[in-house]
């Protein structure tokens, strides 16, 4: 195996092995609603708790990675992840489920952050973009296997070794990223901590990455608030899905394997600016037709969010480790922050529209902040050339 190669498989198990946790509940949250007598607004914390740690640690774990180096970082991180996956797993209430949540959401972002800053730093522009889209595929492997995984064994073995089945899995996924991701070459080593921090700032003075940051809020906000109530609205009248069925409709991830490492090929085509805003127009679609009250319907539209959603990501994250020239780990740092910060408002604020008007208020949410991305896009990354 070529060096190219080991990099290609490392970069996309670390993926999986991230996503393979961080969503993971979703297919099961009606059942776990039932066990700890929750609301479907107060299960949805579980989605919340990670989210919001992710979003709280993300830009200083790019600094310091940009002090530390990167493998190192990825690596001691994938390791970290087993304990609290196994914690959740054991978790004996809703609260305690929710604090090893929190926990798990710490050790994420050295893994998918940096993962992004190693690629920015290691790789031409041209071949960056392609190599973000490896990654996203694998972080969709990752999060479909999760939620299959998860719903599948939830009847047969129960949710709780449901939990340590993804631990397993998340521990060889650690192991082989240790053997196989090679170490950085181009890495400049930030002089020190407080170095890192000041190209960080210097992030926040440029409008190209602050409005991708606000591109990427609204990806997660979208994914969150689809993924996570769409799993009540299908377990409802009339479709009454078992854990088991709403596990099988994750399969829908596998669309972004498949499309996804496609993305460099479609920004170069067409420009960045033109690619994103087709394809979050055909998202908005794709989450219209979830309103028809047949199931083939709704799982095409899930696809087609899915989809989307894995595009718009892969050339947002691409765009910024490939623009930012110095303090690339805190670049992207910064872009997983908003990153979360929408997913954790997502996992929140659609709750009010789920109480308030079930299915058909999620998806009015979710279409309103598509609206607002649009506009961000066009007007962002107005001078942005192929």
């Not at 170095?195 to 990427?216: C, D, F, I």
């Not at 095409?300 to 490939?322: E, P, R």
């Amino acid at each position: 195996m070529t060096i190219a190669d080991r990099r290609r498989v490392a970069v996309a198990l670390a993926g999986a092995g991230a996503f393979l946790n961080l969503y993971s509940p979703q297919a099961v949250l009606p059942l776990l609603a039932k066990e700890f007598g929750a609301t479907e607004a107060g299960i949805a914390l579980i989605m919340f708790a990670s989210t919001f740690a992710i979003a709280f640690t993300a830009p200083f774990t790019g600094a310091i990675a940009d002090v530390l180096g990167r493998k190192r970082v990825i690596t001691a991180a994938m390791i970290a992840l087993v304990v609290p996956t196994v914690m959740t797993a054991l978790s004996p209430n809703l609260d305690a489920m929710i604090f090893w949540r929190f926990v798990q959401g710490l050790v994420l972002p050295p893994i998918f952050a940096v993962t992004i800053a190693y690629i920015g730093g290691e790789m031409p522009a041209d071949e960056a973009t392609g190599m973000t889209g490896i990654y996203t595929a694998g972080a969709a492997i990752g999060g479909f296997t999760g939620r299959l995984l998860t719903g599948l064994l939830a009847e047969p073995i129960g949710w709780r070794n449901a939990f340590l089945v993804d631990a397993g899995l998340t521990a060889l996924c650690a192991i082989a990223v240790i053997v196989l991701l090679p170490r950085e070459r181009q890495f400049v080593r930030a002089a020190n901590l407080k170095a890192s921090l000041r190209q960080m700032l210097a992030h926040l003075r440029n409008p190209k990455l602050l409005g991708t940051y606000a591109v990427g809020f609204g990806v997660l906000f979208n994914f969150i608030a689809t993924f996570t109530f769409v799993s009540f609205h299908l377990a409802a009248a009339p479709f009454n899905l078992s854990p088991a069925a709403l596990g099988m409709i994750f399969i829908v991830y596998l669309i972004g394997t498949v499309i996804v490492p496609l993305v460099g090929r479609g920004v170069s085509r067409f420009g960045r600016r033109r690619f994103v805003t087709a394809v979050i127009a055909l998202w908005m679609c794709g989450i219209l037709l979830t309103l028809v009250p047949w199931l083939p319907a709704v799982i095409v539209g899930l696809a087609m969010a899915a989809a989307c959603g894995f595009l718009c990501q892969a050339s947002s994250q691409s765009y910024v480790a490939t623009s930012s020239k110095t303090g690339i780990s805190s670049a992207i740092g910064l872009y997983v922050t908003a990153f979360y910060v929408g997913g954790s408002v997502g996992a929140l604020l659609p709750g009010l529209a789920w109480d308030a008007a079930k299915w058909p208020g999620t998806v009015a949410m979710v279409v309103a902040m598509q609206t607002i991305m649009m506009l961000i896009v066009w007007l962002a990354w107005s001078k942005d050339r192929r």
